[in-house]
């Protein structure tokens, strides 16, 4: 079974500073998917950023980059110029991909890492 | 585009009551999702829906759920005999497939249930 694990509880950052959440999972499949998705609080979840397994480079979404480390099994966030509305739990998530067939949606979440932005 | 909705917003009821919620997904989403949190945990896959078919249902689902969604629209999950255990935040998703590989879950603000 896939695991998604994240070793930081909470982490806190300076306004304007970059702060990086760390993930790690365990599969025995290649075709997969990776997200990070951040929820505030008493908001709803929604998503950041996403990586596709068979991708080597790493994807980016303006201030939000990851670094994907295939081998190790390693999926973290970097949040570059961080803002006061970056306070949120963050979520990082795992989903099998359409080579394994039937069904294969639903999404495996980590713990999540409780992000604070200090002004 | 009005976003994931659902209702209701919180739910407190009695252990051995009944309790229904429903989800209504962004329009032509042909994909449904049922999430559980607990606090301090990520969500946990409860079943999923592709149209009105429901497709996959994790253990975590007792014989006391139940998720319907009929006609390929809203979905509705009931939960018979209510546990305190079952005190949760139920959140619901949609996403619009294909592209497969392009899928993205959008997910609503969940329902707050407090089993006493």
Known sequence: AQTVTQSQPEMSVQEAETVTLSCTYDTSESDYYLFWYKQPPSRQMILVIRQEAYKQQNATENRFSVNFQKAAKSFSLKISDSQLGDAAMYFCAYRRGEYYGGSQGNLIFGKGTKLSVKP | ?116
């Open chain 2, 1 to 116: 585009d009005t976003g994931v909705s659902q209702d209701p917003r919180h739910k407190i009821t009695k252990r051995g009551q009944n309790v229904t919620f429903r989800c209504d997904p962004i329009s032509e989403h042909n994909r449904l999702y049922w999430y559980r949190q607990t606090l301090g945990q990520g969500p946990e896959f409860l079943t999923y829906f592709q149209n009105e078919a429901q497709l996959e249902k994790s253990r975590l689902l007792s014989d006391r759920f139940s998720a319907e969604r009929p006609k390929g629209s809203f979905s509705t999950l009931e939960i018979q005999r209510t546990e305190q255990g079952d005190s949760a935040m139920y959140l619901c998703a949609s996403s619009l497939v294909p592209p497969a590989d392009q899928e993205t879950q959008y997910f609503g603000p969940g329902t707050r249930l407090l089993v006493l």
